[in-house]
């Protein structure tokens, strides 16, 4: 037994029994009443009532004493056990009501950090995009993802088994017109757009229209069965190709830096003519054959364009001989990974958050 616990006489002997028991109990009481909170507690407990407390250990010591001394004993070290136990439940009930009604809450305690969200990589994109061709006076519309095949292709000058329906491998939706054909699609692409504000506004036009496209078509590093497009479209008087291509230039700079360059060689989309593409400096080369993103070519396409066709016109209602536009459809993936230094546009759909919490 602790010699700082059961006070020993001053010749030395041993002190009465009971004596060291009033002893112990008076100790134990005011070492609880000094506790404040719960490890002051916890440690109070440890030292008298538990597994190898004081108290413990004065029940334990009953054994070795002389036979007659033994019941007396153990029955006031039991009631001094049960007193104590008691006198703890009502001090850890004073403590904890102290500290208010949360009770464990230690107020002290640094606050864990939340993890903070941002924006997809996709969506930012998309932003700097509108909002370069918003400072050029562009406004921003958006449409349905589930399109009409009207729109989609013949408003868009293709119409039914027109040979250009097969440069977009079409989801289509399983419902049938009273003709027997098919008339609802995921779009391919945004230009259904252009219709539907066509039919909508008259000129002068100057929108963007970013919006998600899908195609039937096997994924690899530049393609996605699902990916974004940005629709430009301006419609007006005097239009011409220079506005186009000032316009698309200009874009490219905002978004590239000034040291972009871009090149602009003929294409064929049956909804504009002339049409083009548009393709800006390959970020990760200067033309080197071995350059496994542009293939050496020193280019990377982006987007296609041309001057809106006067037959596209003609089916929104406008007269072609009056109104003339360009257009123009970027594909958002193609700007950020140009954009970032991407190799494979898997990434942005894979979920993983050690690519996305670069952005
Ligand atoms: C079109 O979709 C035309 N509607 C673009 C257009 C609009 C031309 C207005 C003229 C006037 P194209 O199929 O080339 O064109 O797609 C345009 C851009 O979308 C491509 O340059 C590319 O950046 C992107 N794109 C096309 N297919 C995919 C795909 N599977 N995965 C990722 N991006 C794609």
């Given amino acids: 037994m602790a ?11 041993e002190p009465p029994l009971d004596g060291r028991i009033a002893a112990l109990r008076d100790e134990a009481r005011s070492a609880l009443s000094a506790t404040r909170d719960a490890d002051g507690l916890q440690e109070w407990r440890n030292r008298y009532v538990g597994r190898s407390g004081e108290v413990t250990l004065l029940l334990r010591s009953v054994g070795s004493l ?18 104590l136990q008691a006198s703890f439940d009502e001090r850890e009930s004073e403590i904890t009501s102290a500290a208010g009604p949360a009770g464990a809450i230690d107020v002290t305690l640094s606050g864990r950090h939340p993890i903070r969200g941002r924006l997809h990589p996709i969506t930012q994109t998309v932003r700097e995009i509108t909002s370069a061709f918003g400072a050029m006076g562009f406004q921003t519309f958006e449409g349905p993802e589930v399109e009409l095949e009207r729109y989609n292709f013949t408003a868009m000058n293709i119409p039914a088994d027109h040979p250009a329906r097969d440069m977009f491998d079409t989801f289509w939706l399983d419902r049938v017109d009273e003709d027997g054909d098919r008339s609802i699609l995921l779009r391919t692409h945004t230009s259904p757009m252009q219709a539907r504000i066509m039919e909508s506004q008259e000129p002068p036009i100057r929108v963007v229209i970013p919006g998600r496209c899908y195609r039937y078509e096997a994924t690899d590093a530049s393609h996605e069965w699902h990916f974004y497009q940005v629709e430009v479209l301006a419609v007006d008087e005097g239009i011409t190709f220079a506005d186009l291509k000032g316009t698309l230039y200009e874009f490219a700079r905002q978004v590239f830096g000034p040291e972009c360059k871009v090149r602009f060689r003929c294409d064929f989309f049956p909804f504009v003519e002339p049409g083009v593409e548009m393709a800006v400096n390959c970020f990760n080369c200067d033309g080197d054959p071995a350059c496994r993103i542009c293939r050496g070519s020193g280019w990377l396409e982006i987007m296609g364009a041309g001057m809106v066709h006067p037959e596209v016109l003609r089916r929104a209602g406008y007269d072609p001989g009056r109104y003339t536009g360009f257009a123009a459809g970027m594909g958002v993936e193609r700007v950020a990974m140009l954009k970032h230094g991407i190799e494979d546009i898997r990434h942005f759909y894979a979920n993983d958050m050690r690519f996305l919490s670069q952005f």
């Fill in 66 to 83: 002389p036979a007659d001394e033994r019941a007396a004993f153990g029955q006031a070290a039991n009631r001094l056990k049960n007193e």
């Fill in 3 to 13: 010699e700082s616990v059961i006070p020993t006489g001053t010749d030395g002997a």
